[in-house]
């Protein structure tokens, strides 16, 4: 899931300041499981921005929204289908990076700001934890790696490791963390696999991670490739 959270409050007043009419979409999906974007966090920033803007003077109308997934156009005519765009002098995004984007390209034309940062792609560590995993490289080790990401997981994104730092399984640019390498290893050995650790990783084809990227499905590829 993409993890993200909340921007600064102060941050978020600021960009908003000066408009009298706001709405705030929140986003069903990831930025809901992590407590950053859901219905909850919208109610929560749109009393937070009534309160404060209205302390400072400001005559605002501020509404609430939640797009089940903001990513993705056609949950977005659900938005059209509830609230009139048009009337708003800015929304605010409570989505990831994409969301707020796509936002941006529906009601172009329109002021649309986060309120969120991106921060990465994770997993749920327990309640109210999330961990890095995946930094969406383009050129999936994992099987390789029995399952462990050494570019995301290893502080210095070692494709072929460990290190000399590494210390009874701990990583010497931070000692409170597992060393990835380690735990491949541990891994590997646990599945009576532990030759695989000696593959040396060719340099990366980082033109795999080029961007803007864009991925079409093989049954798609008529519809949107002109050539084929
Ligand atoms: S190797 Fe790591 S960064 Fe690359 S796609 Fe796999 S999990 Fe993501
Ligand atoms: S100690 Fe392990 S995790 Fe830390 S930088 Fe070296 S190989 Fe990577």
Not at 79 to 101: E, R
Not at 146 to 167: D, E, F, V
């Amino acid at each position: 899931m993409i993890v993200a959270k909340r921007k600064p409050f102060t941050e978020i007043k600021d960009i908003v300041s000066g408009h009298r009419k706001i709405l705030i979409v929140g986003c069903g999906t990831c930025v809901a499981v992590c407590l950053a974007g859901g219905e909850t966090e919208v109610a929560i920033l749109a009393s937070q921005l009534r309160i404060a803007l209205g302390l400072d003077g400001h005559d605002v109308e501020i509404d609430e929204a939640i797009v089940y997934r903001q990513c993705d156009r056609e949950f977005l005519v659900d938005l059209s289908k509830k609230k009139n765009v048009a009337d708003y002098d800015v929304i605010v995004s409570m989505a990831c990076g994409a969301g707020v984007q796509l936002l941006g390209d529906v009601y172009d034309g329109k002021l649309v700001v986060p309120a969120l940062n991106t921060v990465f792609l994770g997993v749920a560590g327990g309640p109210g934890i999330w961990t890095e995993r995946c930094e969406s490289c383009g050129d999936c080790v994992l099987g390789e790696t029995g399952g462990i990401c050494p570019i995301t997981m290893c502080a210095k994104g070692l494709l072929n490791g460990p290190c000399s730092g590494t210390r009874h399984g701990k990583c010497e640019v931070n000692p409170e963390i597992d060393c990835a390498w380690a735990k491949i290893y541990d891994r590997l050995a646990a599945r009576g696999d532990v030759g695989r650790i000696s593959k040396v990783f060719p340099p990366r084809n980082n033109s795999r991670r080029s961007h803007p990227a864009v991925v079409i499905h093989e049954a798609y590829k008529r519809r949107f490739v002109k050539d084929e």
